[in-house]
């Protein structure tokens, strides 16, 4: 069958009902490793890129809708960025210029690593997904379609359409480790995001589990010690308190690009330093 | 849609790719069909930036692309910079700056920094510095590489100025 270069989202979820084997393309930047190496062979593809739908954002009820085909690259244009700092600062992060022209956020999710980086940020603002198929749209939150290592909730048939994200007003902070600055997978990567009209703040954790997590039990601590007036004064006490709490929540292993022990301390390290960080923004 | 019969923009040409197969990258096309072998292939996977071109102006990893996708898409390689007699103001800063060593990271470098030139003529160190961070080389330690985009940015710089005055 070749590669068909669908145009709308409509034509798309038609010829995946008509191929239900079809492989999905979007920007290549994950599928394209796997058919390089040989794990993967394509017969038909079916390639989203191309698809004005999916490229576009939109404004609703204080949520940005984003397009499953949005890059890394758009996601770091001040337009954008200034609505989710955090997921701009994620995406900055991902690869290099070339990864990041192609690079989308809808194949950033369908891959579910447990090291994505733009994960645990949507995590931790309680991002959720449209799902559509030819007979079906649905809404899952993130949490529910990362279902384990490298595994979603897709069915056949269906294709993520749009990425739904509330704006939160205060600031926030998106830290990663890795063994350099430039085209790094992340070791241990960290969100935090203050929501200073709920007076919450909230922290996505990822690389240190099977799926990126939102470390609750440091968020409910710290959201109570947290000055909402003058967000300083937190003492060193509070912020060490806070980040075992956050390295207490991760069960992270042992592979080739760091051991769990390292994992804990550094996840520790980011916490504080996401901490001072957003201590030190305007809060309001 | 298409089948394995497709034809690839390269270059402002049009070239007839017949009996591809639907595995194929962009960069294995380029070198082993269409011929044009100035990109480079190193690691296949994304991380070393030798096989960069454009594609619509943007630029990605052609090993990264598959190659039955990119109908329709303009894609300019290493080949597209310059023209049959001349080499292009980029190409030339390396060579007066000694930026080519083993010269194989050098086309994917090449169009990186002619696309950053493009749409900021004076960048910083830091600006280029990130611009190339996808793109690795093993001989020169950059320090020349960074030289040359100095030479590039200048020289297009005098002869903007140049051409103004006219
Ligand atoms: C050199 C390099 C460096 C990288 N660095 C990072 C990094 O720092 N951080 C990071 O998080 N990732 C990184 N990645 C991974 C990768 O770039 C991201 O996961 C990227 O977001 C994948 O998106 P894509 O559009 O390229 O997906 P593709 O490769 O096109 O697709 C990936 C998977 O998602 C599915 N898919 C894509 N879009 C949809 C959709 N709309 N609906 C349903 N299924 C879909 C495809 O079927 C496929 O299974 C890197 C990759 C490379 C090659
Ligand atoms: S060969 Fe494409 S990035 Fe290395
Ligand atoms: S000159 Fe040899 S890799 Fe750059």
């Known amino acids: 069958m070749g590669v068909i270069i669908a145009k709308s989202v409509n034509e798309a979820c038609a010829v995946l009902a008509e191929n239900p084997a079809a492989t999905v393309l979007a920007g290549g930047t994950d599928l394209m490793v796997q058919v390089n190496r040989g794990t993967h062979s394509l017969e038909t593809v079916l390639d989203l890129s191309r698809i004005p739908e999916l490229k576009k954002w939109t404004m609703e009820d204080n949520q940005i809708i984003l397009g499953a085909g949005i890059s890394y690259t758009d996601l770091t244009h001040p337009q954008l960025s200034a609505f989710f700092p955090a997921l701009a600062q994620a995406a900055r992060t991902v690869g290099s210029p070339q990864i990041r022209n192609a690079g989308t956020l809808g194949g950033n999710l369908a891959t579910a690593s447990p090291a994505g980086d733009t994960i645990p940020v949507l995590v931790a603002m309680d991002a959720s997904m449209q799902l559509k198929s030819s007979t079906e749209t649905r809404e899952v939150s993130i949490t529910e379609f990362i279902t384990g290592v490298k595994a979603n909730a897709l069915k056949p048939g269906e294709i993520i359409e749009s990425i739904k994200v509330p704006i939160f007003k205060g600031p926030q902070e998106f830290l990663k480790v890795g063994t350099r600055n430039a085209m790094v997978i992340s070791v241990v990567s960290l969100a935090l995001v203050t929501d200073y009209l709920e007076r919450k703040l909230r922290i996505g954790v990822g690389s240190v589990s099977p799926v990126p997590f939102r470390a609750t039990e440091a968020e409910e601590f710290i959201s109570d010690k947290f000055d909402w007036e003058t967000n300083r004064n937190l003492s060193e006490k509070v912020i060490n308190k806070f980040s075992e709490l956050v390295a207490n929540s991760t069960e992270p292993i042992d592979d080739h690009r760091g051991t769990a022990n390292y994992r804990k301390h550094a996840v520790k390290v980011l916490a504080k330093r996401a901490l001072e960080r957003v201590s030190a923004g305007d809060i309001k | ?166």
């Open chain 2, 1 to 166: 849609m298409i089948s394995e019969t497709y034809s690839l923009l390269v270059n402002g040409k049009s070239y007839q790719v017949v009996d591809g197969h639907p595995s194929e990258s962009l960069l294995w096309v380029l070198r082993e069909r269409l011929e044009l072998s100035g990109s480079k292939n190193a690691c296949e996977e994304g991380e070393c930036g030798s096989c960069t071109v454009l594609v619509d102006g943007e630029i990605v990893c052609s090993c990264l692309v598959l190659a039955a996708s990119a109908v329709g898409r303009e894609i300019t390689t290493i080949e597209g910079l310059g023209s049959e007699d001349e080499i292009s103001d980029v190409q030339k800063a390396f060579v007066d700056a000694g930026a080519v060593q083993c010269g194989f990271c050098t086309p994917g470098l090449l169009v990186a920094i002619d696309q950053l030139l493009n749409t900021d003529p004076d960048p910083d160190d830091l600006t280029v510095r990130e611009a190339i961070s996808g793109n690795l080389c093993r001989c020169t330690g950059y320090g020349r590489i960074l030289e040359a985009v100095r030479i590039a940015s200048k020289n297009r710089k005098v002869q903007n100025q140049e051409e103004q005055g006219k």
